[in-house]
């Protein structure tokens, strides 16, 4: 009597569970929370700055390194990357993603595809084999060169910039310059990370700016 008591309560739970389960799979909510608990062991979902591993005093003594490698090793923390900068600009229109070597084409390819839109490179200096439009900036000690193929925008195509971080703004100012040597039009960069620290928004206040993680400090 006892053992039929304990059955007929597990059948009456397992019912339920069995109805709510049937549910969630109608409305294609069951493969959510399945991903979900596979991609953190059943545990609480991770975000995105959890992906970033941070080394103190790299490569100088007071400099917090934040290392993006961390995130691209992880297929996790890179889908989650590139979901999250796309959230972003999601009411942006654009005509073409832009980004720097390297890993501008590690975030900007991604982004291009999925919104099947052409991706141009910007590199360094004798690194392109057709003839290009270049642009020199001021770094930290010294100077740096970039290029893009003189062929790739158009006159009066919308340019997204996609980086993996802003800084002092340096670099990202002078992919603007280039873009717009070029006829474009630049509607928005977005990046994965952004020290804020080093004030690199300030240097380009008049463009739209888009992060999807930002560091207070340097």
């Given at each position: 009597m006892f053992c039929f008591s304990i059955c007929k309560k597990w059948f009456f739970f397992d019912?339920?569970?069995?109805?709510?389960?049937?549910?969630?799979?109608?409305?294609?909510l069951m493969g959510l929370?399945?991903?979900?608990?596979?991609?953190?062991?059943?545990?609480?979902?991770?975000?995105?700055?959890?992906?970033?591993?941070?080394?103190?005093?790299?490569?100088?003594?007071?400099?917090?390194?934040?290392?993006?490698?961390?995130?691209?090793?992880?297929?996790?923390?890179?889908?989650l990357a590139i979901d999250t900068m796309q959230e972003l600009i999601k009411d942006l229109e654009y005509d073409v993603v832009a980004g720097p070597e390297s890993r501008g084409f590690i975030f900007g390819t991604p982004i291009a595809y999925n919104q099947h839109k052409p991706f141009v490179l910007i590199r360094k200096k004798g690194k392109l084999p057709c003839e290009t439009v270049s642009i020199d900036y001021e770094l930290e000690y010294g100077t740096a060169t970039i290029e893009m193929h003189k062929d790739c925008i158009k006159p009066g195509q919308k340019v997204l910039i996609v980086?993996?971080?802003?800084?002092?703004?340096?670099?990202?100012?002078?992919?603007?310059?280039?873009?717009?040597?070029?006829?474009?039009?630049?509607?928005?960069?977005?990046?994965?990370m952004e020290l804020a620290g080093l004030n690199g928004r300030a240097k380009i206040a008049d463009y739209r700016l888009d992060a999807a993680i930002v560091y207070p400090g340097k």
């Open positions: 019912e339920h569970v069995q109805k709510a389960y049937n549910i969630l799979y109608h409305y294609g929370l399945d991903k979900a608990s596979k991609s953190t062991g059943g545990s609480m979902m991770k975000k995105l700055e959890d992906y970033v591993r941070s080394i103190p005093d790299f490569p100088e003594e007071g400099i917090i390194f934040r290392d993006v490698t961390s995130v691209l090793q992880d297929a996790d923390g890179l889908h980086d993996d971080l802003i800084a002092t703004g340096g670099t990202t100012e002078a992919m603007i310059k280039l873009v717009e040597s070029l006829g474009g039009e630049v509607v928005g960069v977005v990046v994965l």
